[in-house]
């Protein structure tokens, strides 16, 4: 059977997914809202909000969607699963409830203490008083994070104890990063590399991913302020498998089962972001959807059919269903507006895109279709381009060779994604 599928979002992630949906046989027609110009090439785009439920609702009965593919956390923590699940569309995605493990960062303490899953010791306080007084007890500058969504700003790693009660007047006083804000963890500061954990999951049944790295700050060497991401790449040669099968096991399949039993199955893709400490794997945080930029290095590594996968999580039949990868590495280099993560102009031509070579992927996030049909650039993240090979190195050495050959005023990107993706954890 054929299906109509209607995807959220509109970033390069929704592009990845676009694309890799596109290859389908099952696919009738796919609906992107409010999609970017790379799903509009593979689909037709609706212009409306993904957190607006009744807006979603209708353009779902509209379009007879079988299925609606969630990307981004905002409308899942809005209830779109919810609301679509209680019309009786089929939705890849967690209900909001299930979200909270990304969209609250104490409900996703509590479910790892209760779950004996590894993570830093952090406390949460709802008075700025008390998380300064409680700051002034400790001997180590901690992490200071508001507890609700902060689209990957709300969190401050500190230097010092002054620092830190200074992120705490900035999120809950100055309310720097809204509501979110209300509430603020203070956590103990971990150290060591970051890799990114995604699986597939209906609650029961898990089928792990690659594992992928992206790169946080906005300049060469992990400089700079953070950012959306900037670059990724899949596998990280330097993590080791028993760890690797260690996080799957005592990470993701732990936080599955102890959902499940907390009466919120999961469906759709667990990402928990993790730190490999001295100590071992520890959880950084969990997130209810893909990773942007992680889907674009792992999507394109993905064998099996993705609109078979997400039909049968959203329907909980994950169990049935073969999910095969590639094991070649993927690369990919994120081009952004001059000034991103701060102020940037946008509406510059993009050029270049035609002398790409085939085979590698440049994924559209902040780029729109001007008035005469030209491509310009609409947001910070413009695009990334994701180059596959045997190595890392190879993978890597092929996309700057094709982002050398797009252009736009203003455009930065990073010279160093995956430049250490293979080198041991004791040389980094
Ligand atoms: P998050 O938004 O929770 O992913 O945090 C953003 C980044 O802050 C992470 O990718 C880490 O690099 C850093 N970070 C968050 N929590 C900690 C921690 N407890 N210790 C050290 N770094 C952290
Ligand atoms: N790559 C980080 C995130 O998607 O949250």
Redesign the pocket.
């Known amino acids: 059977m054929s299906l109509n599928v209607l995807l959220l979002g509109s970033g390069g992630r929704e592009h990845a997914l676009a694309w890799k949906l596109a290859q389908s046989p099952r696919l009738a027609k796919l609906w992107s809202a409010p999609g970017n110009a790379g799903t509009a090439a593979l689909g037709e785009n609706v212009d409306l909000r993904a957190t607006d439920l009744d807006a979603v609702a209708a353009l779902a009965a509209q379009v007879r969607a079988d299925l609606v593919i969630v990307g981004p956390e905002d409308p899942l923590a809005a209830g779109v699963a919810d609301r679509l699940a209680a019309e009786g569309v089929a939705v890849f995605g967690p209900t909001r409830a299930t979200a909270e493990i990304e969209c609250s960062k104490a409900f996703a303490k509590a479910l790892m203490a209760e779950a004996g899953i590894a993570t830093?010791a952090a406390r949460a306080f709802d008075d700025p008083e008390a998380a300064k007084r409680y700051i002034r007890t400790l001997d180590a500058a901690p992490?200071v994070?508001a507890d609700g969504l902060a689209a990957?700003k709300?969190?401050t790693?500190c230097a010092s104890l002054d620092e830190a009660e200074a992120a705490v007047d900035r999120a809950m006083r100055e309310r720097a990063f809204g509501a979110a804000g209300a509430r603020v963890l203070i956590?103990?500061?971990?150290?060591g590399p970051?890799t990114s954990a995604h699986a597939f999951t209906d609650g029961v049944t898990v089928q792990h991913m690659p594992f992928s790295c992206d790169h946080?700050r906005a300049l060469d060497g992990d400089a700079g302020p953070?950012t959306g991401g900037m670059g990724v790449y899949s596998p990280p040669g330097w993590l080791d498998d028993a760890v690797a099968r260690q996080i799957e096991r005592e990470v993701t399949e732990r936080a599955v089962r102890a959902l499940t039993a907390a009466g919120r199955p999961y469906r759709g893709v667990l990402y928990p972001?993790i730190?490999v400490t001295e100590q071992g794997p520890r959880v950084?945080?969990f997130n209810c959807r893909f990773g942007d930029p992680e889907a674009q290095a792992l999507l394109p590594r993905l064998r099996s059919d993705l609109l078979t996968i997400c039909e049968a999580v959203a329907h909980g039949r994950l169990s049935a269903v073969d999910v095969e990868w590639g094991v070649e590495a993927t690369v990919g280099v994120v081009m952004t507006s001059g000034g991103y993560p701060g102020e940037h102009r946008t509406g510059f031509p993009i050029n270049g895109l035609k002398d790409v070579d085939t085979g590698v992927q440049v994924f559209l996030a902040g780029a729109r279709r001007d008035a005469l049909g030209r491509l310009v650039t609409a947001g910070g993240r413009v695009l990334c381009v994701v180059a596959s090979a045997a190595t890392a190195a190879e993978a890597r050495a092929r996309a700057y060779d094709n982002v050398r050959r797009i252009a736009f005023e203003g455009a930065h990107y990073r010279t160093d994604i995956a430049a250490r993706a293979d080198q041991p954890v004791s040389a980094r």
């Not at 956590?187 to 150290?191: A, F, L, N």
Request: charged share 35%; net charge negative.
């Open positions: 830093a992490v994070k990957g709300g969190v790693v956590e103990e500061r971990m150290s970051e946080k953070n972001g730190m950084v945080e």
